[in-house]
């Protein structure tokens, strides 16, 4: 029997919009691909936040929290700013995005195919709409934890 060491845990109720295994590129140099593997996971919990976990051949893989609107939107037009950007290539063979991670230490960009990415965030869009995604929010609890700080409770 084999048990899974992945911090990530399945959820308990049936996932409502499967993971999307995704093949991208990785543009290496100006020539230069590299294939990659990306899982994007939908939580119904946390509907604004789309989990990417980017497969690794050596290694551990590698895990980012991307906001739904970004992906949606870089599908189309420019999105993103600071250390997250993504937006669409020049029309070509294959429709396709461009998602660039930024920071002073490392650049890393893919290239992201748009139909596969487009019908699964529909998806989720479906589960749950854009106007609807901060409903569950706990707003009193998330203003006394950055205002007082974690783990103080009101007197």
Known sequence: MHRDQSP???RSAPE???AL?????QMLDEFTRQPVVAVLRFDPDLPAVITV??????GPALVWRLGREL?????????GSGDVRMWPMAPGERP???LLFESEEVNALF???????ATWLDATYRIIPAEAEMDGLDWDGFLREL?????VSPE
């Open 8 to 10: 990530l845990r399945a």
């Open 53 to 58: 976990e980017f497969m690794s051949e050596r």
């Open 111 to 117: 290239e992201v195919p748009i139909p596969p990415l």
């Open 21 to 25: 295994h995704l093949d991208l590129d």
């Open 96 to 98: 396709s995005s461009w």
């Open 71 to 79: 992906l949606h939107r870089g599908l189309t037009a420019m999105s």
């Open 147 to 151: 205002l007082e700080g974690p783990g």
């Open 16 to 18: 409502l919009v499967p």
